[in-house]
């Protein structure tokens, strides 16, 4: 068993955190949001009035927060984590954010003799409930190797990319093109539908077929083709177009950090740009699908 900080209990964390303890880790967690702890609560762990009193004989801290800001906030900031976090807890981001604002703390972290990795996921809120995210990791072949066991009680495929945010750059091509792949099923099952097919019969054509991909597989955007997927609930309950629309913001600072072209990238987060200033930003990034509906 070991003691477990858990900071940020989202769509994301609220369910990393319940696979925690149902892999018999003593887990103390916090978030500003009391119904996601007292839920969290009810399946075993314990809560904390701060994120500074979570780490109580904490031996390794996960956080998983919505932007690199509040990371950076929480760890370096005025009252920041560092500050408080024994040298031999293993700290672990799980957040997505800008490659070098995980340096940034990882650095920070170093400097106070405190290990860090980042370890970004993909898979979404179904694989985080199922316990079979995929963890993107950076940071040091020994962090990692400790880090690893704790991540398999969350994730089925676990991966180290290379040194302290290469996990967030990996995370960052991968979700541009999750969301290029998302966009253009999307838009084939609205072209297919209005043309009179049967938006169930044409995903299992373009699943047996050259089209076939993620989306299709386990996260069809149309509603009522798949159950247990936000498009079958009115998009909710998923990865919100805002952190899409996020995500695909640092994929274009990485792509001009890097002399990178991404015109497909670009255009995905124009699109994403649009849905979430037409008032859907809280609804999952499948709602694309609705946004196309009504042009």
């Not at 099952?189 to 044409?202: H, S």
């Not at 597989?217 to 079958?232: A, F, I, L, R």
């Not at 274009?252 to 200033?277: D, F, T, V």
């Amino acid at each position: 068993m070991t003691n477990i900080a858990f900071i940020g209990l989202g769509n994301m964390g609220g369910p990393m955190a319940e696979n925690l303890i149902k892999a018999g880790h003593a887990l103390t967690v916090y978030d500003l949001n009391k119904e996601v702890v007292e839920k969290v609560v009810a399946a075993g762990a314990q809560s904390a009035d701060s994120a500074v009193l979570a780490l109580s004989n904490a031996n390794i801290v996960i956080s998983m927060l919505p932007n690199g800001a509040i990371v950076k906030s929480l760890f370096t900031g005025k009252n920041g984590l560092i500050n408080h976090i024994n040298d031999d807890v293993l700290v672990i981001d799980s957040s997505t954010i800008a490659a070098d604002d995980a340096r940034f703390v990882a650095q920070a972290c170093k400097a106070k003799g405190i290990s860090m990795i980042d370890a970004p996921v993909s898979g979404g809120t179904a694989a985080a409930q199922a316990g079979t995210l995929t963890f993107i990791c950076g940071g040091e072949a020994d962090d990692y190797a400790k880090a690893k066991p704790i991540l398999e009680a969350m994730g089925k495929n676990i991966f180290h990319a290379g040194s302290s945010g290469a996990g967030q750059v990996a995370k960052i091509c991968n979700n541009m093109l999750l969301a290029i792949h998302m966009i253009g099923t999307a838009e084939a099952l609205n072209m297919g539908t209005r043309q009179g097919l049967d938006a169930g019969v044409l995903s299992e054509i373009m699943k047996a077929s050259s089209g076939n991909n993620w989306s299709l597989q386990v996260y069809n955007p149309y509603p009522d083709v798949m159950p247990n997927v936000p498009s079958s609930n009115d998009y909710y309950g998923g990865f919100m177009v805002n952190l899409m629309s996020k995500d695909l913001g640092l994929a274009q600072e990485l792509a001009s950090k890097s002399h990178s072209p991404i015109s497909l990238g670009s255009a995905a987060g124009q699109l994403y740009e649009l849905h979430k200033y037409n008032g859907q930003g809280g609804k999952d990034f499948s709602s694309i699908l609705q946004m196309l509906q009504e042009s």
